[in-house]
């Protein structure tokens, strides 16, 4: 499930594409995030701290923040990996829930180097959760690029975090994991080897798609240009709509998908339940501290009758803030259903 691609010499701009994809809606809502936002790793609260930039993020059920850019024109992606290894909890390293995993690496990062220095130093440890809802657990691994054209894939595996950190790292799929999705690339032609370019869905297949199509755009002529250019490559590595096997995340339809110009801060998403184009310019937005958390709640203002499109900076609502997954949360909803099963 899901495929991010980076293009990062488009006439001066870098985009970056993401599809969705998984098995059931994921009540995505988008919202924007001032800069003096305090929060913590949502396991035992040992490392908290206070945003330094405002963000517009992409959410699941409004618990976990699973893509996002922030004002300075770093971005994130979080995608599935089935081969997904955390390692035993150890109380003496910094920690992050997955829920709050990107959200930390956009409140407090410019740039992936940035990011990529402070893992190395801190050698943070990632903690799953339970999603309350569906008893899911999450097997995850996160994409950051920035404005630059830099790139970094973080995966946790056996237990150790790997962190391929290159420019050249443009394209993320899923299963195996990235080491092994390059020696397959390897095989394609136009990448080394004598393979036709393959068009399953196989996560393997998307990923030489996508790498492929990518690095055959022709320059933009404008934003515009460069932002349908985008949408061409990552549809091509769409899932199409299927029965649903919740044993399979992995064999999932794409929801939606992301376009973002890291340079000119724009972030556009568009929905494949409700069909239409949204977009965000953070030039629109005030991201000072005195600013409250706003939401855009997807589900009521895109819809096929006459919903909204186009550019909807100023649509966001004060509802209250983005109250992120926690581990107390999980452990109080398994804590009150044991008590229910007595």
Not at 71 to 88: M, P
């Amino acid at each position: 499930m899901c495929t991010r691609v980076v293009w990062p010499d488009a006439a001066g701009a870098v985009i970056v594409g993401r599809n969705m994809d998984y098995h059931r809606d994921l009540a995505t809502n988008l919202w924007t995030l001032p800069r003096g936002v305090r929060r913590d790793d949502g396991v035992r609260g040992a490392l908290s701290w206070t945003a330094k930039f405002g963000s517009v993020v992409a959410t699941a059920f409004d618990m976990i923040t699973v893509d996002g850019m922030n004002e300075a024109g770093l971005a994130g992606h979080v995608l599935w990996l089935a081969e997904s290894e955390y390692g035993d909890f150890e109380e003496d390293r910094p920690a992050l829930s997955q829920a709050v995993w990107l959200q930390y690496f956009l409140d407090n990062f410019a740039t992936v180097s940035e990011a990529v220095a402070w893992i190395a130093e801190t050698k943070v440890q990632l903690v799953p959760l339970t999603d309350p809802a569906s008893g899911e657990v999450p097997a995850i691994h996160l994409a950051l690029d920035d404005a630059t054209g830099d790139s970094a894939i973080l995966e946790y595996l056996d237990g150790v975090l790997e962190v391929h950190h290159s420019s050249e790292y443009r394209v993320m799929t899923n299963s195996p994991r990235y080491e092994e999705q390059l020696t397959l690339l390897a095989q394609v032609e136009g990448f080394g080897g004598d393979r036709p370019l393959p068009g399953t869905t196989l996560a393997s297949d998307r990923f030489a798609r996508a790498a492929y199509y990518s690095s055959r755009l022709a320059q933009p002529v404008n934003q515009l240009g460069a932002i349908a250019a985008m949408f061409s490559v990552i549809r091509n590595a769409a899932q199409p709509f299927r029965v649903p096997d919740p044993g399979k995340p992995e064999a999932s339809q794409t929801i939606w998908q992301v376009v973002a110009d890291l340079a000119n801060r724009r972030y556009v998403f568009e929905s494949n339940t409700r069909p239409n184009i949204v977009w965000v310019d953070m030039a629109d937005l005030d991201f000072g501290e005195q600013n409250p958390e706003k939401v855009l709640n997807l589900a009521s203002k895109m819809s096929l009758e006459g919903g909204i499109a186009g550019n909807v900076s100023a649509e966001f609502k004060d509802d209250g803030p983005l109250r992120l997954l926690t581990l107390a949360a999980v452990e109080h909803v398994a804590a009150q259903r044991r008590g229910q099963s007595d």
